[in-house]
């Protein structure tokens, strides 16, 4: 062993290597360790030498092989730990390489690479020895030092910060995943970490526990030590003779997993995870542990009388037969030893449900076993309110080949959304019939009906100049059927025409979507400070673009091509549509809003008129009004959201294309809408081949 | 990743070709005048033993002495159809009968106080290795690299006041052990015992060994690894088949008999906790699973519809679970099961298996409210707890809400 501290192992200031960083695991991993200890120098592919690894917190550059890594970085950078995430079969080339030139350069090495044969474990520990440098694994998940912020691995997923927090125990686990489920729950009881290690579970594991002890025995920071185990080798033999015969300083909580495999013939998740012999079965690990510590294993329920006993037995540690009790154990060897806790806060360790529906059946339960459901702490509750806009899409995936929630058709009864075409046919009108087709219900009220009837009227035309009419025209006049003519007409929009109102709803999303709006036709008071902060925000981006000298993104649907030139600028359609909603005695908050915005993008400067609010913004708001409800109460996905104003405007303007059409068929003559030769410019000089 | 070896193919492959002395043997299911000229040229006697992967063999009565061919047919016949530790053998196979002065002990495995090869010699050869005083067996370490000579077997030997005219013979026999182990990727190989005749030759007349399939070496040209018939249920079979096709996360589960909660667990380590703690509660687990390391889309996917095709008709409950994920996507898995759960429903009509969750991770939220909308759209009763609810504790909670569901069944029968 080279390290003589646990700190040695991984400390601030370290310079981590890794191979295979272009890798699926290995990128992404590194991208968050990054963005948690920046300690990462490069890494090494074969054959992807050049290449960068981008992070948030800057690229890592990536060399074909390690000892190309060594000649292009400064001596002062030159990797002291090294990470492996190549293939099984590449890895002992990996550390061949590593031991070649990193030999007086390199301190440890980890191992994430499964799968690794034992031969070849057998010897990297035999070549990295010889070499004096440690490793760690094979198949370990790394390891955090919280006091100093630094990890290497995964040790503590996307979210690092989130469970280890500085602190006094040191977790030594079998499992990675333990890692991190033990360190949550010694937070949740207000105790932190000093180191989380993952030892890995290969049949060989290359930093056996004696050895690690022995570091954290020597660590300050660390006051107590917690070992998950599991069956197979004979490292917790080999470390409890160690302690017995040298004494050892620390107390330990130990959690022995697996004596399932005792009563079953069955394999454990881990490789190693394999009784050979008898001092190597989980029982005779619990044995050994438990005759260490002179103490029973911990019972919850017991009350521990504070004797000299028990101050002897605590000081060596106790062993823990469930994994929640792990926290407790801890506790009681602070109180009774009298260490202080990290932190003052904690949380209960209990049951706490985040969602419950166990309808019917939850009616004959006793209390204790149908729970109501719990608060769920952050930052998961505000992500729950986040997801809510995206979480739906795809949420029930399946072959929809024949399969329609918006149609149906038994052979007798043609349905939309369980409605009876025909009671349809005889009670509604075609627009209620259109929104129950594209939101699922029926409109809310005559108001919501007639809103959206005028959205298609509007979408009809804006006279024969446009270029979706043209369409229209354009079709006719080379001979086409009618359908074709229709859909000349809907393929001239897009995203800048008739598109815009997809863009104008995830604006107004982003403005109202975390406010605890019921009903988008009540006033709302807040309206005008958003608008401004809306308005400020957007001189804020204008600014720094122009600065930079880039593109900005603009707000959608504000101005029109036509209605332009006035000081106060309306859009006609647009207006008829506002005028309808307050002489019905109501409002409609996003219109509102727009209203107000462009005042303040005028008085903010931004804009040196006032821009109308063009007919794209009308649908948006009308159709996000229709579908306010059921995305709150997550009915639709906000994409169908999206989609909807699109496709108002697409079907009004089909309408049309159909009305330009006919007439042109009527009238015109064949080939008319080409433009002669005599009106059409070249922009390129004639040149000879 | 690791293959039982017994001492068949070991017979067949591995000894001639390592230059191992073992006894000569025949099949059971040759033909009878084959097995008679066997029993005559061994001197009419000879062991009748069922191939199967179990050491418990002498135990249960299944390694037999005969004397004549009838005796022979009879036990090739009887041995053949009796389990071994709950193991049905693949066939029978006889051996010649060697004659000894002594038996000897001898074993390499890979060591993990040493954390390298080692090799074990005793000479009270013939019983468990773990059954013999620590004063009569002797374990050293080998050099990966240089492996074992004939010196140090000899040394070793010698400690153990081995007869010096035997000790040259052995050790050579000791280097060829050494020679097969480190060239067919061997992780444990015991020959148990060494038989020596009168004269001083010594046979290798016991063998079990499992060769680590994570190394290349395993893959001897003309070895075939034979198929024993009741080593895993069909549930496992499928299982196994599907695991053996990626390396992208894991896909592992084993039978334990449990008839109420179908449990798709996570992580190696947490999945034998949970197991464990399900046990104990009552909850009786039907499988130990272990779903973790990050497996894709696809991937977890296929493995979920495994388990849902195999034991979801008779679960009490599915219990989803497992610890605070470093690296396995949580909406990733959490999509998968939740549309595997679905395409059951379609295929087999409605469900009505409550549901309980827990789960910590990245990407935890998106995954959690994936698994809740399908349960809703299901219909299915369900409770699910985050990462702040220790899994042990939500085992314990699944394990009473199987057995109260079981209750409150019975009494609306």
Redesign the interface.
Known sequence: MRAEKLSDLLKKGDRVAVSNVTGR?ASK?CAISQKYCMNIVGGWALGKGGHLVETAAGPIPVYATFDELLKMTPTERHPNKILIYS???AVYGEVKEVVNYGKKIVETIYIIT??????????I??ICSEACIDVIGCNT?GIINTHDRARIG?????FPEE?FKSGSVSVI?????????IA??LL?AGIGNSFGISTG?D????F?LKDFLTLAEKDPLTRLIVL?V?P????EH?ALEMMQSNGFSKPLVV?V?????DR????????G??V???K?SASAKKNGFDGYFGIESFKVEKHYKKTPELIGALSRGIRVQ???HISRAVTLIYNTLGIKKDFSTT?P???????????E??K???PE?A?APGL??EP?AS??GD?ME???R?????PMRNASHASSNDGATPRIYGYSLMDIMTKKSLISAIILYWTGDLPKDDFEERLAEMTFIASLTNGPGTISAQGAKCSTSAGNTPNTAMIATLATLGTVHGGNGARSVQFLLDNFGNLDIHDPYNEYPGVKDIALRAANDFKVRKTQAKEAGIEYERIPCLGHPVYRNDPVNYDPREQVIYQFIKDSGKTNIFLDFYHELVQFLKDNGCTNKVLAVNLDAAIACVWLGICWRKIREKQMTVSRAFDIPFLAFALGRAAGGAGEYLDHQDYGTEMDMRIPVTECRSLTRPRKL | MALRVTELTFLDFYAPRYGIPVPRHIWGTSEIEEIKRALEEWGGEAIVKPDVLSGERGKAGSVVSVKNIHDALREIKRVSGVEVDGMMPRIAYLVEKISSKMEIYSAITYNSAFLAPSFTLSLEGGIDVEDIQEENKVTIPIDIFRGLDAYQASQVLARLDCPKDLISTLSRCMVSFWDFFISTGMEIAEINPWRVTPDGRPYACDFKGIVDEANYKAKVPGVEFPEYPESFSDFEEEMRGWDARSHQGQAHVSDIGGTKILPILFGGGISTIITETLESAGGRPMFLSDFGGNPPYERMLGTAKICFAHRLAQAKLLLILGGKANNTLIDVTFQAIADALVSYAEEHGSISTPVVIGRGGPNLVKGLLAMKQALEYLKLPYIIFGPDTPVTMVAEYAAKLVNAFESIEEVEK
């Open positions: 695991e991993v293939p099984p079969e499964e799968h690794v044969s034992i031969e070849v474990t057998a010897k520990h035999q998940l995964a040790v503590g997923g996307d469970t686990s079998n499992s990675g995943n333990m890692v991190n489920t949550s729950y949740a579970k049949r060989l594991i290359l056996p998950y599991e197979g080798g004979t490292y080999d959690y997993a697996g004596e399932i495999a079953h013939r069955i394999s454990l998740g881990h490789a995870a394999v050979e012999c008898r190597s469930a994994l929640h949380k360790i209990r049951l706490n449900p985040w969602f419950v529906n166990l309808g059946l939850g004959a339960l006793p076993l729970p769920i702490p998961y992500q729950i997801q995206t979480f739906l795809g949420m029930i995936r399946q």
